[in-house]
């Protein structure tokens, strides 16, 4: 049994934590413009409080003499203690600085970006640069300093095995890549698509997949994004554009978040584990309903006849395989958020091996847009017109965040994972998916990967629902089989 | 100067006590049903975390130490002391438990409310009750015990004086209300008034008030209110029916509130003094922006046009003089929140007479019941069918929120005061209000009663402004003009 404080204290640090998304997620949704200003202190405010409360010798004594029964005590012990333990290894100085510098980096990045202006953010990438090599020296005993800022992200997963495994993948996805350049394009939907109808789809879309209206909410804001208050609490949100259909799978990832927290087990409430695991296990779960199951061929034969109906001009006189094709099409381009299924991974990985070599410090930061623009070469084939196209197009590093987008490509891989261990599972998934049934799915989800929260860590979750360890080869499989038959190649 | 400590210190309640808000708004604008309970957790985590840092030896210590220089600093450090003293005069087990109380009180309330059921509720009401009179306890130096309650909403106040002014209003209120009761009804809208039209009107009404869409938002809520998260950051919440026009003044009610919030002096930001001083002087401004320029003449010349531009059928063939009549009828009726700008404060004078009665135990809580019907047949003259339409009508009791009703007759009271004040200022007034111009009113608000925060004490404020303290009769004359012209008696 856990002492009824240390259960008040994870339930205040959750508590912390739920306050703390609401203030974002307000901010990017509702928050009126003048607003900014104040709701940084009050942010600002509640960090250091949690950080406080995170850090507290008291916590730390509560969980020495704790003495966890079962093994969801025994997690919850576990990772509070990692989270206290690895919290209080950073000086309260040190955190405050990294988080002054980030702040102090958001205007001149996005102005550098606008005006194309790399000199302008050269010395605020270097300077949160070096408060990630202080932090990384908080941590004597990692491998690679690299895996020290990873841990943040995806806790357990080596620099080495992700250079092993991005190995893999970029070996795999090349010459795909390549040989879809090569083929005929696929055909392009002419468009337009009206913004409200589009809207109704989203949502009808997403209650499908599991959006409850008593428990989500769907609103707009300029970078869609899912937050979750509580598992009875969750938000996405979408943006769409006239001219295409991205913001139909936007919505249908960030649902494919929501849905992992809103299926998260109600007893974990208030435990600092009801909530994902790592940001890799949870972009598999965004990618799998908007890649594994949005952009599937059975899918669209149930939704195809929909997206017809309400936007005949939009489709045009495209056949059901071209309008599959269209939604499928690959095609190397600059931007990753724009990037489709199969060049994605091709963009983190080139942002992984940047990241790697500054943090090693073969890498100066002055020789950063020449590095990006001959890996885009390398890995993409095509030239970076300009820094605003290349290595400023991200906002991660104005943050500071290394370490964060493996986790992107992780996700990708250990989604064709596990879709295919769900799959043995489910053998008539398929025909459910073709009259618009995702039960099935929502629930072997829920009971194989949702359900745990962070009782169990990514690596053994893996292991234990796919018998192995993260490999890319599934992905690079159902790559092939779907690219390859869709292109003709 | 203050000292740096102090400073980050009164930040740091600001903020909190504006995220409180925001959990507050959103719970009450946004969040989905099923996430109450979570919300619960996170509202109790805030207040908890407020209460000690308001009650923190440290705290003590810096205002002991302060060494203000100029009225703002020491307004700051008087007011941020009286704040620390009061919050640790009260047992933390005290407070946590009139918190319980509060919220254990909701559902009966509520089920009691629907069902007509007073003995439900009134063992809850028995809990509130005593805690508010072991709360009392712990303030030995207040005259009445109700001083005590009082001091939380309305500082300064004393039992005394409000039942003396509350006896001069009901004196002039009562033959009013029956001459207006013996007089030909005034005519009734017709209607209906369709929402998305009322919407429109009022975003226009709320503009030309001060609502700047930089700064403000507008949202549906079930009850009206208005909550600053920062003085650029002022949300405003609205209801609309299709039979009437209550929605529309309920806007300019809760702009009112707005306007005060947005109106303090920027410099008062983060020091706890940037906020509205008494929900006695909060309001006044609601109040003066409803009543003395909303359901004015002059406003109507402006806005009646408009108004049956868009609601031809809702405002049927009225001459503008029924038009000015119909908004202006008054009625005795059961419903405080439902009540015309005259019977309104008898309500109120009810239910503090009441509250002042229990809180002395004079009045026994299974005995409100009939005090309460015998009381609207003195005060109102009318018969009182249940008590769903009587004294289990409000809320505030289940939160045990006593004292807190006086402040809206104050707010009535003071309103009345504070607009005879800024005529002799502005004697352009009426015509500017005929031309739909506020900008004099806004200026002369923000000069005499929104800039300085929380740094001049209400009845200072009063006393600066209007030349005298707390007085009733400027509000009985307006009325008594007002009424007797539109009623010709």
Redesign the interface.
Known sequence: MLSPELEARL??L???H??GA??GW?QQT??????G???G??M???T??AHERQTDDELGALLDAAEPAGETEQAIVRVARRDHDKARRVPAELAAEMERASSRAQEPWATARATNDFALFRPFLEANLELRRRYVECFDDAEHPYDTLMDNFEPGLTTARVREVFGQLREGLVPLVADIAAAEPAPVLPGPFPIAAQQELALELARAFGF??????MDLAVHPFAQS??P???RVTARYKEEDLQGLFAVMHEVGHGLYEHQVDPAL??TTLGTGVSLGIHESQSRLWENLVGRSEPFWRHWGPRLRERFPDGVGDLSDRDLLRAINVVEPTLIRVDADEVTYSLHVILRFELEVQMVEGTLAVKDLPEAWNAGMEDLLGIDVPDDTHGCLQDIHWSFGELGYFPTYAIGNIAAAQLWDAMGAALPDREAQVATGEYGAIRDWLREHVHAPGRTVEPTALLERVTGGGLDPAPLLAQLNAKYRGLYGI
């Open positions: 339930g205040e959750t508590d912390l739920a306050a609401l203030l307000d509702m928050m009126p413009p003048a607003g200003e104040a709701r202190n009050v600002a405010t509640l250091t409080i409850d209206d008593g428990a989500w909410r208050l509580s009875q609490d969750i409430a208030r």
